[in-house]
C-alpha cells in the first residue's frame, strides 16, 4: 500500500527544496505529487510575535487532495503555548505542515535537506496517529531545538513503525 502525498507551497519556499523533499518522500515510499502554492493567509500573523499562526495555514490545505497534503512554507510559525514550531498536523487527520524558516537555521543546504525531510516524516506520522516517541534517535522524537532535530533519524524507530503496520498504514517494510 503507497501513501499519495501532496505537497503545496505556502508563501514563497525555495523551489529547489520543495523538489528535493518531494524526490527524499517519494525515496522512501511515499507516492508524492506537487501542486501550485497558496498564499500565506494575512489573518495567520501575529504582529504582537512578528510570526504566523501554524493552524490558520492548515486550513486552506483541506481542498488538496491525496491521503495526505504537506503543506511548506518558507515563514515562521508558532502555535500556542511555544516559541516556535517546525511543523503541525491534524492527528489522525490528512493535513500536515512544515516551515523551512527555522530549519534553514545555520544550515547549509545539505543540512537544510536532511532537516526537512524529518520534520515532513515527523508531520506525517501525525497525520497517521502517532505521538511523540521516547526513542531520541526516532523521527517522532519531540524537537524542542534544532539540535535535537539534527541528532535524531529520518525514519521511524521498530515500536514506532509497529503502531503503524497495525493501524494499517505502510511500512518501510510494506
Not at 483541506?62 to 503543506?71: A, E, N, S
Request: proline share 3%; hydrophobic share 40%.
Amino acid at each position: 500500500m503507497s501513501l499519495n502525498v501532496t505537497i503545496v507551497p505556502i508563501g514563497n519556499p525555495d523551489p529547489n527544496v520543495l523538489r528535493t523533499l518531494a524526490n527524499d518522500l517519494a525515496a522512501i515510499g511515499f507516492d508524492v505529487e506537487a501542486t501550485r502554492g497558496e498564499a500565506v493567509p494575512d489573518v495567520a500573523y501575529s504582529a504582537r510575535r512578528k510570526q504566523y499562526k501554524a493552524d490558520a495555514l492548515l486550513t486552506p490545505l483541506g481542498r488538496y487532495g491525496g491521503d495526505r497534503v504537506l503543506g511548506v512554507t518558507d515563514v515562521d510559525l508558532y502555535v500556542d503555548g511555544l516559541n516556535f514550531a517546525l511543523g503541525l498536523a491534524s492527528e489522525r487527520g490528512r493535513i500536515a505542515l512544515i516551515s523551512l524558516a527555522c530549519l534553514s537555521l545555520g544550515a547549509g543546504s545539505g543540512q537544510l535537506r536532511t532537516r526537512a525531510l524529518k520534520e515532513a516524516v515527523q508531520e506525517l506520522g501525525h497525520s497517521l496517529g502517532l505521538g511523540h516517541c521516547s526513542d531520541s534517535n526516532c523521527v517522532m522524537h519531540f524537537s524542542n531545538s534544532l539540535a535535537d532535530t539534527d541528532r535524531k533519524m529520518s525514519r521511524f524507530c521498530a515500536t514506532c513503525q509497529d503502531r503503524l503496520g497495525h493501524a494499517g498504514w505502510p511500512t518501510a517494510e510494506s
